[in-house]
Structure formats: C-alpha cells, structure tokens
C-alpha cells in the first residue's frame, strides 16, 4: 500500500530564515508524489509534484522539493520564509490505482514568526 | 486558474438529519472525489467516481454514504442520516484523469458540524 509520512506536527522557523517540511513515502512502484497547502478557512492548493526528472522540483510561491529516492524523502524547503507561509501543509502520493486518488500525509503546521 | 467550488462552507445539523453537500467540478475534468479532514487528523479519502459511478470507496464511505453527479456539473455527498463523528471539513477534487502525475483540484470545502 502507498503511504506518505510527515514526522514533524509543527515547523517553527524565523522569517527571513530557511525551512523545510519533511516528508517519507513508501510505494510500490514509480513515486508520484505531490504538496499542497492549506491555508486558514481555505481548501488544498497544489504547490508543486514530482513525476520524474530533475531531483529539485520548484513550484509556487517560491518552495521546492527535492527528491531522495534513497532515503525514501521529499521535502519541502525555501530559502527564506515569509509570515505569510504560515500554514498546513500536506504531502501526498498518487495512488497508482485505477481511481488515481490522492493519499495524503497527516500535515505539518508552519509557524514563521517575524 | 479554474476552480471548484462547494457549497455551503458550512452546515450545521442535528444528528440523525440527511445533510447534502454540494460541488461544482471543473468543467472538463472527469474525475471527482470527496476527501473528509477531522479537526486536527490528517485528510482522508471518501470516495471517487469517474463515468456516473463510484470506482472507489474507503471503508470509512458506509452505507450511510451516497454520491452523485446529478445534472453533469454538480456533485454531490448525501449524509443519509448524520453522526456526531460526522463532523469534519468535506473536500471536493476533481482531475482531468486518472493518470499519476496529473493534480487534483480541490474546494475550499464545507464545514459539517453534528450536534
């Protein structure tokens, strides 16, 4: 069975500073894996996936992910936090099924603190 | 960016009334899917449907559970007769297709709240 992990419940970082989000995935087969954000009162929004290539993925608002098929782990990072990324993140795997759904991790809260 | 909406954003009932929830997919899209977030528990699939039925359903989409696409743009989740632990955030998707690396549109979803 496809899963995802987030180990972290909360990230605490200073603005201006770097971060990252952790996350793990198992699957069988060829990893599609995904995050999207949630802001308060607001639904999923995807900031980027990877499905292949490059290890370094960039997506919206400036985070990126990169890919450690070793290590099993696709993080989410950003060079410098803004109060405004504060939020829930999720990562996810896309279940190789024939419904496609998506799986997610059980979210990590960023806290960025001016 | 197109988008999919839900209404209402929030519902509240007493426990044992029928609750509908309601989406608007993305126009094109063929793929539907209602995902149900607890307060504080991670996002978990409900249910998806592709071609006027369920392909697939978690153990948690019971019979108390029902979908449907009624008139090709709405979508919707029946709650047949509600729980307390009914009580979630309800997301609606919906994908182009079916294949991995294509992503899912979500809603900003409807507040359930059973008392």
Same mark, same amino acid.
């Given at each position: 069975?496809?899963?995802?992990?987030?180990?972290?419940?909360?990230?605490?970082?200073?603005?201006?500073?770097?971060?990252?989000?952790?996350?793990? !995935?198992?699957?069988?087969?060829?990893? !599609?894996?995904?995050?999207?954000?949630?802001?308060?009162?607001? &639904?999923?929004?995807?900031?980027?996936?990877?499905?292949?290539?490059?290890?370094?993925?960039? &997506?919206?608002?400036?985070?990126?992910?990169?890919?450690?098929?070793?290590?099993?782990?696709?993080?989410?990072?950003?060079?410098?936090? /803004?109060?405004?990324?504060?939020?829930? !993140?999720?990562?996810?795997?896309?279940?190789?099924?024939?419904?496609?759904?998506?799986?997610?991790?059980?979210?990590?809260? /960023?806290?960025?603190?001016? | 960016?197109?988008?999919?909406?839900?209404?209402? +954003?929030?519902?509240?009932?007493?426990? $044992?009334?029928?609750?509908?929830?309601?989406?608007?997919?993305?126009?094109?899209?063929?793929?539907?899917?209602?995902?149900?977030?607890?307060?504080?528990?991670?996002?978990?699939?409900?249910?998806?449907?592709?071609?006027?039925?369920?392909?697939?359903?978690?153990?948690?989409?019971?019979?108390?559970?029902?979908?449907?696409?009624?008139?090709? +743009?709405?979508?919707?989740?029946?709650?047949?007769?509600?729980?307390?632990?009914? *009580?979630?955030?309800?997301?609606?998707?919906?994908?182009? $297709?079916?294949?991995?690396? $294509?992503?899912?549109?979500?809603? *900003?979803?409807?507040?359930?709240?059973?008392?």
């Amino acid at each position: 069975a496809q899963s995802v992990a987030q180990p972290e419940d909360q990230v605490n970082v200073a603005e201006g500073n770097p971060l990252t989000v952790k996350c793990t !995935y198992s699957v069988s087969g060829n990893p !599609y894996l995904f995050w999207y954000v949630q802001y308060p009162n607001r &639904g999923l929004q995807f900031l980027l996936k990877y499905i292949t290539g490059d290890n370094l993925v960039k &997506g919206s608002y400036g985070f990126e992910a990169e890919f450690n098929k070793s290590q099993t782990s696709f993080h989410l990072k950003k060079p410098s936090a /803004l109060v405004s990324d504060s939020a829930l !993140y999720f990562c996810a795997v896309r279940d190789s099924s024939n419904t496609g759904k998506l799986i997610f991790g059980q979210g990590t809260t /960023l806290q960025v603190k001016p | 960016e197109p988008e999919v909406t839900q209404t209402p +954003s929030h519902q509240v009932t007493q426990m $044992g009334q029928e609750v509908i929830l309601r989406c608007v997919p993305i126009s094109n899209h063929l793929y539907f899917y209602w995902y149900r977030q607890i307060l504080g528990q991670k996002v978990e699939f409900l249910v998806s449907f592709y071609n006027n039925e369920i392909s697939e359903k978690s153990e948690i989409f019971d019979d108390q559970f029902s979908v449907e696409r009624p008139d090709g +743009s709405n979508f919707t989740l029946k709650i047949r007769s509600t729980k307390l632990e009914d *009580s979630a955030m309800y997301f609606c998707a919906s994908s182009e $297709g079916r294949a991995p690396g $294509g992503k899912l549109f979500f809603g *900003s979803g409807t507040q359930l709240s059973v008392l």
